[in-house]
């Protein structure tokens, strides 16, 4: 079993800049990020795997990065020049041998 926390989100106003961490309790070979907006299904934003190569959501390369830190089981999602469209609870995941185990979620609301 292997826990996953999100962290980072909050209330940000349109045009900054925002990093969510999500921490696993264990090694894991892919993680990845997805969102889910109000009233939308849940979409991919970026995923990475243990060796760093990424994979995006075409229409969020602009302004997504992705990236991790092995040594702690972290990864991050940087969003530039947030948009009210941004607005959505974000979920991390991480995969180790076929599982996938979810966080519970970090919100991100973009409002002026």
């Known amino acids: 079993q292997v826990q996953v926390v999100e962290s980072g989100g909050g209330f940000v106003q349109p045009g900054e800049s925002l990093t969510l961490s999500c921490t696993a309790s264990?090694?894991?070979?892919?993680m990845g990020w997805y969102r889910q907006a109000p009233g939308s299904g849940r979409e991919l934003v970026a995923e990475?795997?243990?060796?760093?190569?990424?994979n995006y959501d075409q229409s969020k390369k602009d302004r997504f990065s992705i990236s991790r830190v092995n040594a702690n089981n972290t990864v991050y999602l940087q969003i530039l020049a947030l948009k009210p469209d941004d607005t959505a609870v974000y979920y991390c995941?991480?995969?180790?041998?076929?599982?996938?185990?979810w966080g519970p979620g970090t919100r991100v609301v973009v409002s002026s």
């Open positions: 990475i795997s243990r060796l760093g190569n990424t």
């Open positions: 264990g090694n894991s070979n892919d």
């Open positions: 995941y991480a995969n180790r041998d076929g599982q996938f185990y």
